[in-house]
């Protein structure tokens, strides 16, 4: 589980009861929940003592961690649970569902469900987080939605639905200020494509829109040429297409396409760059102040076979 979300310090119950006394203010942290092996508690019992425990009407930001006590089971009744206790959250503003790191479970075993109903019981809520994918049955899902106060929304995922990007890119979000998809790879349910960010790229459908990251794809130069072109751009102050298997094909897109110079930051980190191209970007973009991050400069090169080989950073 992170350290900090929403500007808070995470503050972790694994445990349904303690002293009161004894216990952050409420609106101090954000509250972290998990149960996961070993855990003497399954997540009903552990939520159930949050809300007993803790001023919950004070409560303004909330990560679920791991919430299973055995085998891994569906994100579903924590969501059920979340969603039906609802007015005892009032003030709850951000909320990241499934923060679990890799030694808990890998992103892409983590088993989903459908996350709208969270989205449409908090309409004050103002940051969105959720990290997994999976397929079938414990695919993530959501269907587009209207919601007035959300600034922040981020999926982290090896492998990100096609449908969840199209149900983001249909979404009524006026006040989305951040967007961060991590598209993944289609061996692990990532199977959205360009056309489907159309209409995120296209402008206007979120007017306040200041970020964007496409990131963590094995479609990266296709997404970069698309993004070379796209009308969004120029809303924008920060771009992040990093994490994915961007070639100096890509890059030459970016470069070649509408100006980027207006932009504070692009991120284009974890990259398949050849040396001359990240010269010419540093130089081009950095010379008009643009800070470009072109850290962790990966090979394809295969050293076993004779072969190239490019991979993005979260898969499995």
Do not use: K
């Not at 479970?105 to 989205?119: G, N, Y």
């Not at 639905?161 to 967007?179: D, F, I, Q, R």
């Not at 990966?298 to 499995?316: I, K, L, Q, T």
Request: charged content about 20%; hydrophobic content about 45%; proline content about 5%.
């Amino acid at each position: 589980m992170r350290d900090t979300f929403a500007g808070l310090p995470v503050h972790a119950l694994t445990h349904p009861a303690g002293p009161v006394d004894g216990l952050p203010a409420a609106d101090s942290v954000a509250w972290g929940l998990e149960c996961g092996y070993g855990a003497d508690t399954a997540f009903p019992e552990l939520w159930r003592g949050f809300l007993d425990t803790v001023d919950t009407e004070r409560v303004t930001a909330l990560v679920i961690g791991s919430w299973w006590d055995g085998d891994y089971t569906s994100l579903g009744p924590v969501v059920e649970l979340i969603t039906s206790d609802a007015a005892r959250l009032p003030g709850l503003r951000a909320l990241f569902l499934a923060d679990v790191e890799g030694e808990s479970c890998e992103i892409s075993w983590l088993r989903m469900a459908d996350i709208t109903p969270v989205v449409e019981a908090f309409p004050l809520l103002e940051e969105l987080g959720v990290r997994g994918g999976n397929t079938g049955d414990d695919a993530l899902v959501l269907s587009p939605v209207r919601h007035t106060a959300l600034r922040v929304l981020r999926f982290e995922s090896g492998g990100l639905p096609g449908s969840v990007v199209c149900a983001v890119a249909a979404s009524e979000l006026p006040a989305l200020e951040h967007l961060e998809l991590w598209l993944g790879v289609e061996e692990y349910g990532g199977d959205s494509t360009v056309a489907d960010l159309a209409p995120v790229l296209a402008g206007g459908r979120f007017p306040a829109l200041r970020h964007l990251g496409l990131q963590n794809s094995e479609l990266q130069d296709e997404i970069a040429a698309a993004v070379a072109a796209a009308p969004v751009v120029a809303q924008l102050t920060s771009l992040g297409l990093s994490m994915g298997v961007l070639s100096d094909e890509g890059a030459a897109a970016l470069l070649g396409g509408q100006p980027l110079t207006h932009l504070t930051r692009l991120d284009l980190s974890h990259h398949y760059l050849s040396d001359a191209v990240m010269e010419r970007v540093s130089s081009e973009l950095g010379a008009a102040g643009v800070t470009v991050d072109l850290s962790e400069q990966e090979s394809a090169e295969d050293e076993d076979e004779d072969e190239e080989w490019r991979y993005v950073a979260v898969s499995e």
